[in-house]
């Protein structure tokens, strides 16, 4: 078993790449590359890409995690009989292509040249009732999209969690954050979370919720702080985009979230001021109340992972 360090990128296919990238530079992502087929969109972290549009009927198309290494990809490929090829997208390095128990393509990448880091604009210092290090300074908030720092974690929908749970812990190393029980002994899915040791994660990098009606639910971008995340949501109110749910806080992962529809209909979430765990974090169990449910914010809408 190989452990992925992170995820790497979310896939869609979509009629209109124009549409597309219109919508995610409003969402604040940056074009890293774009050809008559594919748009690939970065963050300001020193990442390629981090959500990708294949030209053609609107839908999910799969997802991308790190390797460590290029002999994790290696061994990845001897155990599922596959191939290390050489990646064609932005970042070069290998990759070995996989295919989930619902049938959705999982890439893992290792050895991709990374690009410099894209500059902060919003640099704001905060004051609290503890702190106060801005003096003699006004606070002023820019206008314009959030700042998407990377793509944080990707929910999907899957026929059997416990089917799927499995692949994903023996595949590629996740470990259980918080299970998701609709009834005691009654699992519906679990966040679950990159396993780097002592090293401290996000609570959640990937999330499986056992709906029996595989699909894509949404993928979760990290922006630069809450007036970051602000701002963003002006933004995209402004530019008469389709709101779904927010802005809240919450309870499992203890995330500030916005969640939005791209032009397909696929949800994408700003957050920021997640929780961080380690080996020393035992999982946990919860119910669905406190899944749906935040610590502050609006409640969650029907239409939320449909």
């Not at 360090?5 to 919508?23: G, H, K, Q, S």
């Not at 809450?226 to 499992?252: C, K, N, P, T, Y």
């Not at 994408?268 to 169990?285: A, I, K, Q, R």
Request: negative net charge; charged residues 25%.
């Amino acid at each position: 078993m190989i452990k992925v360090t992170d995820i790497a990128y979310v896939r869609f296919r979509a009629p209109d790449l124009e549409a597309m990238e219109e919508f995610l530079i409003e969402f604040g992502l940056v074009r890293a590359a774009r050809d008559t087929d594919r748009l690939y969109m970065r963050g300001t972290d020193p990442r390629p890409f981090g959500h990708v549009t294949e030209k053609g009927e609107a839908g999910f198309a799969g997802l991308g995690f790190y390797a460590e290494c290029l002999d994790d990809l290696s061994r990845l490929a001897t155990e599922n009989g596959v191939a290390v090829e050489d990646n064609p997208s932005p970042g070069g390095g290998k990759i070995v292509r996989l295919t989930d128990p619902d049938g959705f393509p999982v890439d893992v990448v290792a050895g991709q040249t990374k690009p410099a880091a894209l500059p902060l604009q919003r640099k704001l210092v905060h004051n609290d009732g503890n702190a106060r290090p801005r003096v003699g300074d006004p606070l002023r908030v820019a206008p314009g999209p959030s700042q998407v720092k990377r793509l944080g974690h990707a929910v999907i929908n899957v026929t059997d969690f416990r089917r799927s749970e499995a692949w994903y812990k023996n595949q590629l190393g996740f470990v259980t954050s918080d299970e998701i029980e609709l009834a005691p002994g009654t699992p519906l899915g679990a966040f679950m979370r990159c396993d780097r040791g002592a090293a401290y994660v996000d609570h959640h990098t990937v999330f499986l919720v056992g709906t029996g009606n595989p699909g894509f639910n949404h993928a979760a971008f990290e922006v630069a702080h809450m007036d970051d995340l602000m701002a963003g949501h002006d933004h995209l109110s402004r530019a008469g985009r389709r709101h779904e749910w927010g802005v809240g806080r919450h309870i499992l992962g203890s995330q500030i979230f916005d969640y939005w529809r791209d032009p397909w209909g696929h949800t994408v979430e700003h957050w920021t001021d997640g929780d961080l765990f380690n080996n020393e974090t035992p999982p946990h169990v919860a119910a669905l109340d406190t899944l749906i449910g935040n610590q502050w914010g609006p409640p969650a809408p029907p239409s939320m992972g449909s």
